[in-house]
């Protein structure tokens, strides 16, 4: 539950945004998923509320929900919060009188278009706009709960990859190791992954997205796992790459094999060394490219095909990246992945992420 100082901060840094400063209110809607935005505003752990709207305005929130969820919002529900039981159409009026004729927010990056039309025709409203934005940029900046709840998901997280690790059998499948990890993950306490587990045996570490599948394990492989807890709502995201194999024995290509997981690990290093409150966005991307660019005689230029990180949140990819081209600054309080990697198709590859939390004086990993 959030505390009441809680929503009305996130309320009043809402409305102040520029995208939403001059209207009224905001209504968020969900469709047979929640808007992330609605988890972000209610923090409600328990219930789908598909179909259910909340309107944000600036003194407080109103839900319209279904019967079949009523109680699971009152039991949840921030002090203020107004729930409305929508158990006939006439439970809409009040809804319709707040909104009809007015301009109100919406999220545009996740409401369907269908949504959009039927909502404007059905309560008269005279303009939505989009305050996406505004969104985006308030759930950049993390308050301790927040950061705490990720910090757990990712040593969760780390905890179930050493569980698969120590699991590992020649002959075993992708899928098999898979749901090692997500059952590891759940009994350490995990409410579920964050988003589908990826795991890579041998040359398919090539592939930043492979999904498991029956590839089966062969002593000397690439083993990659990138994979997240959620935890009270907020997601980790953390990637761990290492060679199956007893390293006093000969593994094949084992010095070839050992010399991409290096650079890829001195590369997050010296990208993680590079972060701090105010530094541009494309510097840490810029930072590890470089050495990953140069390493080893220039062998693994081109490489490193995809941005260094993500903002991590209520989504798994909650904000803006850490991408050559990023024109912002690093705030404090921004949790983002950072996880460079080196992808050899036909021979494998290595990826290693882990979750910072940006500061004043440089980055703290998660
Ligand atoms: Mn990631």
Redesign the pocket.
């Given at each position: 539950m959030l505390s009441e100082k809680t929503v009305k901060a996130r309320l009043k840094d809402i409305f102040a945004h520029q995208k939403a400063k001059g209207l009224d209110s905001i209504l968020i809607v969900n469709t047979d998923n929640e808007d992330p935005n609605f988890i972000y505003m209610t923090d409600f752990r328990s219930g789908i509320f598909e179909q259910s709207f909340l309107l944000l305005e600036r003194h407080g929130m109103t839900l319209f929900t279904s019967p079949l969820e009523y109680e699971t919002a009152l039991k949840q529900k921030s002090g203020s919060m107004r729930v409305i039981n929508v158990d006939s159409k006439k439970k809409l009026e009040l809804l319709k009188r707040k909104i009809s004729g007015k301009t109100i927010g919406i999220n545009a990056g996740f409401m369907p278009y269908s949504y959009y039309l039927s909502i404007r025709k059905r309560y008269s409203v005279k303009k939505m706009v989009d305050v996406s934005d505004a969104f985006v940029s308030v759930r950049l900046v993390k308050t301790p709960m927040e950061v705490e709840r990720i910090r757990k998901g990712s040593s969760i997280t780390k905890k179930a990859i050493e569980v698969s690790r120590r699991a590992l059998k020649i002959g075993m499948t992708e899928k098999q190791l898979c749901t090692i990890f997500e059952n590891a993950l759940k009994s350490l306490g995990a409410d579920g992954t964050a988003f589908s587990t990826i795991v890579c045996f041998g040359k398919n570490a090539a592939l930043p997205h492979h999904m498991p599948d029956g590839t089966k394990l062969r002593y000397g492989d690439f083993v990659l796992i990138?994979a997240?807890a959620k935890i009270d709502n907020y997601c980790s995201?953390v990637?761990r790459t290492f060679i199956f194999g007893n390293y006093k024995k000969k593994i094949p290509d084992f010095e070839k094999k050992m010399a991409v997981i290096n650079t890829v690990k001195e590369a997050q290093k010296l990208a993680i060394k590079s972060i701090k409150e105010g530094v541009l966005g494309s510097k840490p991307h810029l930072v590890a490219q470089t050495r990953i660019d140069t390493a080893n005689g220039g062998v693994y230029k081109g490489k490193f095909t995809h941005a260094l990180?993500?903002s991590?949140g209520i989504e798994?990819?909650d904000g803006p990246g850490l991408w050559p081209s990023a024109k912002f600054k690093l705030k404090a309080g921004t949790v983002t992945?950072v996880?460079p990697g080196i992808y050899i198709v036909g021979f494998g590859g290595a990826r290693i992420?882990d979750d910072i939390l940006v500061t004043k004086n440089g980055a703290v990993v998660l």
């Amino acid at each position: 539950m959030l505390s009441e100082k809680t929503v009305k901060a996130r309320l009043k840094d809402i409305f102040a945004h520029q995208k939403a400063k001059g209207l009224d209110s905001i209504l968020i809607v969900n469709t047979d998923n929640e808007d992330p935005n609605f988890i972000y505003m209610t923090d409600f752990r328990s219930g789908i509320f598909e179909q259910s709207f909340l309107l944000l305005e600036r003194h407080g929130m109103t839900l319209f929900t279904s019967p079949l969820e009523y109680e699971t919002a009152l039991k949840q529900k921030s002090g203020s919060m107004r729930v409305i039981n929508v158990d006939s159409k006439k439970k809409l009026e009040l809804l319709k009188r707040k909104i009809s004729g007015k301009t109100i927010g919406i999220n545009a990056g996740f409401m369907p278009y269908s949504y959009y039309l039927s909502i404007r025709k059905r309560y008269s409203v005279k303009k939505m706009v989009d305050v996406s934005d505004a969104f985006v940029s308030v759930r950049l900046v993390k308050t301790p709960m927040e950061v705490e709840r990720i910090r757990k998901g990712s040593s969760i997280t780390k905890k179930a990859i050493e569980v698969s690790r120590r699991a590992l059998k020649i002959g075993m499948t992708e899928k098999q190791l898979c749901t090692i990890f997500e059952n590891a993950l759940k009994s350490l306490g995990a409410d579920g992954t964050a988003f589908s587990t990826i795991v890579c045996f041998g040359k398919n570490a090539a592939l930043p997205h492979h999904m498991p599948d029956g590839t089966k394990l062969r002593y000397g492989d690439f083993v990659l796992i990138d994979a997240g807890a959620k935890i009270d709502n907020y997601c980790s995201d953390v990637t761990r790459t290492f060679i199956f194999g007893n390293y006093k024995k000969k593994i094949p290509d084992f010095e070839k094999k050992m010399a991409v997981i290096n650079t890829v690990k001195e590369a997050q290093k010296l990208a993680i060394k590079s972060i701090k409150e105010g530094v541009l966005g494309s510097k840490p991307h810029l930072v590890a490219q470089t050495r990953i660019d140069t390493a080893n005689g220039g062998v693994y230029k081109g490489k490193f095909t995809h941005a260094l990180g993500h903002s991590v949140g209520i989504e798994v990819h909650d904000g803006p990246g850490l991408w050559p081209s990023a024109k912002f600054k690093l705030k404090a309080g921004t949790v983002t992945s950072v996880e460079p990697g080196i992808y050899i198709v036909g021979f494998g590859g290595a990826r290693i992420e882990d979750d910072i939390l940006v500061t004043k004086n440089g980055a703290v990993v998660l």
